[in-house]
């Protein structure tokens, strides 16, 4: 990976903002989308039934994937293959005894530790895939994912209490022998019995594997696993309030305004935008995640959900559209940014035209999705999207392949 980045210096890709306000609450939804994406929903759970906060509505079959509840007091409208909708309603009695009867658990006197612990975080709604993972130094990377994404300074700063309860959480959860904060090299911080690693904090050097490759020295080091400061928060949360997960820490900005939110699972984009008081005007667009690794959207009713970084809002006219079949004029830029040093120029060509395989030799799976190359591509190819598009087509090709094999293997070939 490269050392050096032609944007070092740019100011709009600093990650260190200076930003310590503590987090607002975001508003309560009057209705929430909740993924459910691999989930199973619970016998009970149907259209019609009335919910509560902290009500269990689902389960994922993996073990490091948390359980799905209700954020709010509502009825469930529908349920589809991706998504339980969810209208916010006025709790009778009856429902607010049931609401006021969850109970809360008290993590910090519990016993379990490492793998013991998995199954009690996923049944607080906590993904504990990268949490627990198996390694020597586990990594926490403190650094804003993106430019425009400001949340990171103050969870580390400003919310002490949930940052030192998730740390506690994550000493029991890891294997790992040696815990390491990864934080900006401007920034004055310490953290009882942690080793602190000051790294660039200029994009793209949030990506994970450059956080790594800062840390160690070294390009993919055996025996070192990395996590993000957002995943710590969630575990502080938990340990903190003692209840199910359903909120995430999110920026919500544009020109005019940004600030960082806790808001509930699933609240719409939509109520979100009108919550921060931004109008949308014709030709803006609507970003989830941030600016830079974010996915656009057509509609005002998708929904935040746990993990999500941000929600942007790019006013027209302030940074080109991209043009989905705009040809590639070989300028080079591309290739030039690419801290990956592939060739991202090939690589979109490659997926425009459905050449997956070459992407494949390419070195794709190297790429670290950053998306410095579409935001410099002149001309505005969403180059980005077509590697993500080929990722997701190989990825599906190996599924694929993987279960023909195993089904030879079934049947004894
Ligand atoms: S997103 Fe583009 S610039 Fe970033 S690593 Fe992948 S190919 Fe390179
Ligand atoms: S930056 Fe855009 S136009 Fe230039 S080589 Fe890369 S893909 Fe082609």
């Known amino acids: 990976m490269k050392e050096h980045f032609t944007m070092l210096t740019d100011p709009r890709f600093c990650l260190s903002n200076g930003v310590t306000q503590r987090f607002g609450m975001g508003p309560m939804p009057k209705t929430v989308r909740l ?30 994937k948390g359980d799905l509840f209700s954020p709010i007091y509502g009825v469930v409208t529908d349920i589809t293959e991706r998504s339980v909708f969810v209208d916010a309603v006025e709790p009778d009695e009856e429902l607010k005894k049931l609401g006021a009867s969850v109970e809360k658990l008290d993590l910090l006197s519990r016993e379990e530790r490492g793998e013991e612990l998995v199954p009690v975080l996923k049944g607080l709604g906590v993904n504990t895939k990268s949490l627990g993972q198996k390694c020597e130094t586990l990594i926490v990377n403190c650094l804003n994912p993106d430019p425009g994404v400001t949340w ?29 904060l990864a934080i900006p090299s401007n920034m004055k911080f310490r953290h009882r019995d942690v080793d602190i690693a000051r790294v660039p904090y200029h994009y793209p050097a949030s990506v994970n594997a450059l956080v790594i490759k800062s840390v160690t020295g070294k390009e993919k ?5 990395i996590v993000g400061i957002h995943n710590v928060w969630s575990l502080g949360r938990v340990a903190l309030t003692g209840y199910p997960l359903v909120e995430t820490v999110i920026t919500i900005g544009s020109l005019i305004h940004n600030g960082n939110y806790i808001v509930r699972d699933g609240s719409t984009i939509g109520e979100l935008i009108d919550f921060a008081n931004i109008e949308l005007q014709p030709g803006d667009t609507v970003v989830r995640g941030g600016p830079l690794r974010g996915e656009s959207l057509d509609k005002l009713d998708r929904s935040i959900t746990k993990g999500a ?26 290739s ?78």
């Open 35 to 64: 993924n459910r994406e691999g989930f199973a929903v619970d016998a009970g759970i149907k259209k019609k039934t009335l919910v509560y906060p902290y009500m269990h509505l689902a389960t994922h079959p993996a073990p490091g």
């Open 152 to 180: 990171a300074e103050p969870m580390l700063l400003s919310h002490t209490k949930t940052f030192a309860l998730g740390m506690e959480m994550l000493r029991r959860l890891s294997p790992a022998k040696r815990i390491v």
């Open 221 to 225: 080091p055996e025996g070192v696993g």
């Open 309 to 334: 970084s941000g929600l942007f809002i790019v006013e027209s006219g302030t940074i080109p559209p991209m043009e989905g079949h705009s040809p590639c004029v070989a300028c080079g830029s591309c």
């Open 336 to 413: 030039a940014i690419c801290p990956a040093r592939l060739r991202p120029d090939m690589l979109s060509r490659y997926a425009e035209f459905g050449l997956h395989d070459r992407c494949y030799d390419e070195y794709i799976t190297s790429c670290l999705e950053c998306g410095l190359c579409g935001y410099v591509c002149i001309a505005r190819r969403p180059v980005l999207q077509y590697i993500r598009l080929a990722k997701e087509k190989l990825g599906l090709k190996l599924l694929k392949t993987a279960g023909v094999y195993a089904e030879r293997v079934r049947q004894g070939e």
